[in-house]
């Protein structure tokens, strides 16, 4: 299965390298271009037992990749999470979705 994962950070990146390790193509995108840069050189933006080596072998097999470009990365998707932060909204405790419409 083609899956996109929007967002790569501890919800996203982990969920990606996981799909991938069971044989999906997986395209993780996100904004920040800095993340993206840091993970095509192989550098974690996060620490999470092992994920180092469980996304090294999932980009050299060809089954996960990085991307900024959220048309490019959706295309061919045949499933997409969207994995980004929701914070409490300040005073009534609400999950503060902005981070989500801003991907939609």
Request: with cysteine.
């Amino acid at each position: 299965m083609r899956i996109t994962m929007i967002g790569s950070g501890y919800v996203g990146l982990v969920s990606g390298a996981c799909f991938a390790d069971f044989g999906h193509d997986v395209v993780c995108v996100d904004k920040d271009q800095g993340k993206i840069d840091l993970l095509l050189q192989g550098v974690m933006p996060i620490f999470e037992p092992g994920l180092d080596e469980l996304v090294a072998r999932n980009v050299a097999a060809g089954r996960l990749r990085f991307t900024t470009d959220l048309p490019e990365g959706v295309r061919d998707a045949e499933a997409v999470f969207i994995a980004v932060g929701t914070p409490s909204r300040r005073g009534d405790g609400h999950a503060d979705l902005s981070y989500v419409y801003a991907w939609l």
